[in-house]
């Protein structure tokens, strides 16, 4: 006779096990202020300052950053994920210039970024005008190239989206036409804007959700008796159908949306 199956939870032989398992999963309680300290954390570091407000009122707890700051990061991440990077580079060195002066890879990233827009909005009519996305690779790029052999490499792509048809690009020249290139990098702004300001880059939220992967998948190294599948919690495949047709609850309305193609963002969907 075959051997049972001794991680499925129809398996009566199995049902001690699978029960031990949820058993111990439920006596872990986290209490209520934990959990709204998370998630408020979770609004402040990633931008949600109308949500942030509305929480604090309904928790009845305060942000402890101000939400002016937030707002700030928000007018900048907004400004990246449209494609106004002089604008989000102009408010950055308002907010601080020593963000972009002490990070020489991450404003030349900043500035390829600009001149994929140019580029974008160069070769998106026939016979449109290069020049000014030559002129700034030449003025503000290229001064910058000798310094690091990567920034070398990134132009030189870069200039490449000149040359060649949009429908014929390979994929790392149509990559960085792609909208998560904006999404990326204003992500790595808004971490460098929170590091200035002696804030943690991450929240706590994300950082448990890697930690939970993590044992998770030590658990499963080691063999030990877990389900086939785990449900996060966060939300099922279901829910995030159902999520990009309808109004975030969390105040899409008034916060913009990270996820670069207008769809919620699962971590509080």
Same mark, same amino acid.
């Given at each position: ?7 499925? @939870? ?12 949820? /058993? ?21 570091t990633? %931008?949600? @300052? ?11 707890i ?10 700030? /990061? ?5 400004? $990246? ?7 989000? $580079? ?21 500035? /390829?970024? !600009? ?10 009519t ?11 690779a030449?003025? /503000? ?21 000149? $040359?060649? @048809? ?8 149509? +990559? ?16 460098? $804007?929170?590091?200035s ?9 994300? +950082? ?8 998770? !998948? ?20 279901k829910?995030?159908? +159902? ?5 975030? !609850? ?11 193609? %207008?769809?919620?963002? @699962?971590?509080?969907?």
């Amino acid at each position: 006779m075959a051997s049972t199956n001794v991680m499925s @939870p129809t398996s009566s032989s199995t049902t001690p096990t699978w029960h031990q398992f949820e /058993r111990r999963v439920d006596e872990v309680k986290a209490s209520k202020a934990d959990i709204n300290c998370l998630v408020m954390d979770y609004l402040v570091t990633n %931008g949600y @300052p109308a949500a942030a407000k509305r929480f604090a009122v309904e928790a009845n707890i305060q942000p402890k950053a101000d939400i002016g700051s937030i707002e700030e /990061r928000v007018e900048i991440r907004s400004a $990246i994920h449209s494609g106004d990077i002089q604008t989000a $580079i102009e408010k950055i060195n308002e907010l601080n210039p020593q963000i972009l002066d002490e990070d020489p890879s991450l404003h030349f990233s900043l500035l /390829r970024l !600009q001149l994929v827009e140019l580029i974008r909005k160069c070769t998106s009519t026939p016979n449109g005008d290069i020049t000014p996305a030559l002129d700034f690779a030449t003025s /503000r790029l290229a001064p910058r190239a000798p310094t690091n052999p990567q920034f070398l490499e990134d132009l030189e792509r870069t200039l490449a989206l000149l $040359i060649f @048809p949009a429908e014929n690009l390979t994929v790392p020249l149509a +990559n960085l036409l792609h909208p998560d290139l904006r999404k990326d990098i204003a992500t790595r702004v808004n971490e460098a $804007i929170l590091e200035s300001q002696g804030a943690r880059k991450e929240a706590r939220l994300r +950082n448990l959700v890697k930690l939970r992967a993590w044992a998770e !998948q030590k658990a499963r190294d080691t063999k030990q008796a877990i389900p086939d599948h785990l449900d996060i919690g966060l939300h099922s495949d279901k829910s995030t159908a +159902n999520a990009q047709h309808r109004p975030s !609850q969390n105040g899409s309305s008034d916060d913009a949306v990270m996820a670069n193609d %207008g769809s919620i963002d @699962p971590m509080i969907a």
